[in-house]
């Protein structure tokens, strides 16, 4: 089981409210457990050995929620970002909107993107990820800062597609 594969099941279990799930296979045990009233997922991964010596299991960083913005606020942003696509993290990482700290931005405010075009990277466990654009259009806003952590699925740009 791949790692993109384990963050599509702790957002399914996230999503469908289930309180503790756990799953085993041939050489992996996963234990998904939610905490409702602190609105986080907690996840146990542990890889049993080919030789059957005992493991501890490794506990993965609890994945909270994106921060909510204020009731007023939501609706007011989300009338004026309903026309523009929003481009989500793929991974978890840390989000560089740089190659090297020597080289200049991918990606400006203003600027004009093709699918295709490279975004920004986000580091996951020392491998640096360039993401792509999926679509045509011009940069209208940047919503995470240069070397902040990222969650999986949290916006990074907004973008005006016209």
């Known amino acids: ?20 799930v756990k799953l085993e296979m041939d050489d992996v045990k996963i234990t998904i457990k939610t905490g409702e009233a602190k609105g986080e997922t907690t996840t146990v991964v542990q890889q049993i050995p080919m030789a059957g010596i005992p493991q501890a299991a490794a506990p993965v960083a609890p994945v909270a929620p994106s921060a909510a913005t204020p009731p007023a606020e939501t609706s007011a942003a989300s009338d004026d970002n309903a026309k523009y696509i929003t481009i989500k993290s793929p ?29 920004c990277v986000i580091e996951a466990m020392k491998l640096f990820n360039e993401i792509e654009s999926e679509v045509s259009g011009k940069i209208v806003k940047v919503l995470v800062d240069d070397s902040s952590p990222v969650e999986f699925d949290q916006p990074l740009f907004l973008v005006d597609p016209s």
């Open 1 to 20: 089981m791949d790692l993109k594969e384990i963050q599509n099941l702790i957002k399914f279990v996230a999503k469908s409210g289930a309180s503790e």
């Open 91 to 119: 991974i978890i990482g840390t989000f560089y909107r740089k190659p090297s700290p020597d080289k200049p931005v991918f990606v400006e405010v203003g600027d004009t993107i093709s699918e295709g075009s490279v975004l």
